[in-house]
């Protein structure tokens, strides 16, 4: 159900399982910071049961992602 809250928001545009402290990572993309209380009020009270903790921080621009070295890729 969880999952597929996730898939079906169009805030958030990531899912990722976790190894350690967290067992999923959410990225998630708001106009304003009531947009993701919203988001973030109607996960908790719809998945109370699964959530135990959450922690959030805020970015303003991802300048670009890339996981391996362009030559690898080539």
Avoid at 31 to 44: G, V
Avoid at 46 to 70: S, T
Wanted: charged share 35%.
């Amino acid at each position: 159900k969880f999952r597929n809250f996730c898939k079906s928001s169009p805030q958030i545009i990531e899912f990722t399982k976790a190894l350690g402290e967290w067992d999923v990572v959410l990225t998630v993309e708001t106009m304003n910071r009531d947009e993701f209380r919203k988001l973030y009020l109607t996960m908790r009270e719809r998945f109370e049961d699964i959530i135990a903790d959450y922690d959030n921080f805020r970015v303003f621009h991802v300048h670009k992602k890339q996981f391996l070295p362009q030559e690898a890729v080539e």
